[in-house]
């Protein structure tokens, strides 16, 4: 099983191994590398131990076991104007899409030394899929890694768990589906012998755990609590967070309007508690220390809140800040504050005891993936291919920028002295 421990709390799961990067937000879950020495500055033509050009379209952030780095991507094959026009005659939003034909997703394995990529396999090959978001990919779940086995998950179109010694795929799950609307979002998590995901669609809402060992389903548990009636406010793609609350392990899982605790072996709800406003579309995972949770609502009347979970029954409200929460990234903790990204480049520095801001600055850009803390810096990735590097302390202190050709979606990697970036383009290694 994956072994983590979130970082410096007592909250969880096991213990992490140096070297391995085996989820979304790495070994601590919260997007905090074990790593020093990374470059601060870096360019197309400085401090690149390595470039590869990746096949397909995805936005997955890329996990590492070993020397083996992961990542899932999609290669499509656009529908013509004619079937697209058809199937988005039941289309109720109003966003810009992405209507394939067909789709093959497909898991990508790269030497970490080298940058040589090892292995191409398809894991699905999905007819007439979904549509989605153009600003979304048909891979942008990250992948969750194991010793010798990954399982991606891609939403109503699969999981599947991988043997990445034999490259063999062990298991499919295809059963379960709903409206995603933008395409998929939710990141999977393992616990024990659970693999765990959120299904929160416009047309049903529910939480899912599946037997790791077989891919059968384990359990399904619907979204429970008051939602808005409107379809399109009650989807989300968060993503869950394993915390550890009166000594007992809970998934904490945020979605459209309520978060929600509950047992992640039997999928029992525990407790919820409504945003009291509105809050769906929520791309983010929470992060937690060992006093209180801390998330954002997303879209609708966006706020970050912090739950208090020690010394009481159930978690309760601490704090609402409603300025600048991000809609599509998620936080970072350190030494008692918090720091976010706002999706227009507000970066906001908070304390965690009462929410008050010591700062937000504008650093520019457009974000979609979370930052990193690496080092007592906080590296945030921007659509538009710059990486700001910024003092992780009450003073907002701007480090460097630093641009590559392309766009950054996925959320960026560490260890030991390197730094691995994913644009739409290529996979980058910065560093030695």
Not at 64 to 81: Q, R, V
Not at 102 to 131: F, M, T, Y
Not at 350 to 375: N, Q
């Amino acid at each position: 099983m994956i072994h983590r421990i979130l970082l410096p709390l007592l909250l969880l799961n096991s213990v992490s191994f140096a070297g391995n990067w085996p989820e979304w937000r790495g070994p601590s879950a919260q997007g905090q590398a074990n790593a020093s020495g990374l470059p601060e500055t870096w360019s197309e033509t400085s401090n690149i131990a390595w470039k590869t050009p990746l096949p397909g379209r995805g936005h997955s952030t890329p996990v590492m076991w070993g020397d083996h780095i992961w990542l899932t991507t999609a290669i499509e094959k656009t529908a013509t104007s004619e079937e697209a026009k058809r199937r988005l005659e039941s289309n109720t939003g109003d966003q810009p899409l992405v209507v394939l034909s067909s789709v093959s997703l497909r898991a990508v394995c790269v030497d970490r030394n080298s940058g040589k990529i090892l292995h191409d396999i398809e894991l699905l090959n999905v007819k007439d899929p979904q549509w989605a978001h153009q600003l979304n990919s048909y891979a942008s779940p990250t992948p969750v890694l194991e010793e010798g086995r990954l399982y991606a998950h891609f939403g109503s179109f699969g999981t599947v768990a991988l043997d990445t010694k034999t490259q063999k795929v062990l298991w499919k799950n295809e059963e379960l589906n709903v409206m995603h609307e933008n395409g998929p979002g939710s990141t999977a998590v393992l616990h024990g012998d659970r693999l765990i995901s959120h299904f929160d669609g416009s047309d049903q809402q529910f939480i899912a755990g599946f037997d790791k060992n077989t891919g059968k389903l384990a359990w399904k548990t619907s979204r429970s609590g008051d939602m808005d009636p409107r379809p399109q406010q009650k989807k989300a793609y968060g993503t869950p967070l394993i915390v550890t609350i009166n000594g007992q392990p809970q998934v904490v899982s945020s979605a459209a309007n309520n978060i929600y605790g509950y047992d992640p072996q039997t999928g029992q709800e525990l407790w919820k508690i409504h945003y009291g406003e509105l809050g769906f579309s929520m791309s983010t995972v929470p992060v937690a220390d060992d006093q209180q949770i801390y998330f954002s609502t997303a879209f609708g009347k966006s706020a970050v809140i912090a739950l208090k979970h020690a010394g009481v029954k159930t978690p309760e409200v601490a704090w609402r800040n409603n300025k600048n929460a991000p809609k599509m990234c998620s936080p970072v903790l350190h030494n008692d504050l918090l720091f976010y990204v706002d999706d227009g480049g507000i970066v906001s520095c908070v304390d965690v005891k009462t929410g008050e801001a010591f700062y937000r600055e504008r650093i520019g850009g457009k974000f979609s993936a979370s930052p990193i803390l690496a080092d007592g810096k906080l590296y945030f990735s921007s659509r538009e291919g710059v990486v700001t590097v910024i003092a992780a302390s009450k003073q907002f202190k701007i480090l460097s920028q630093n641009t590559l050709d392309g766009s950054l979606m996925a959320s960026p990697i560490a260890d030991g002295s390197a730094l691995f970036l994913r644009t739409d383009k290529a996979l980058y290694k910065i560093g030695k």
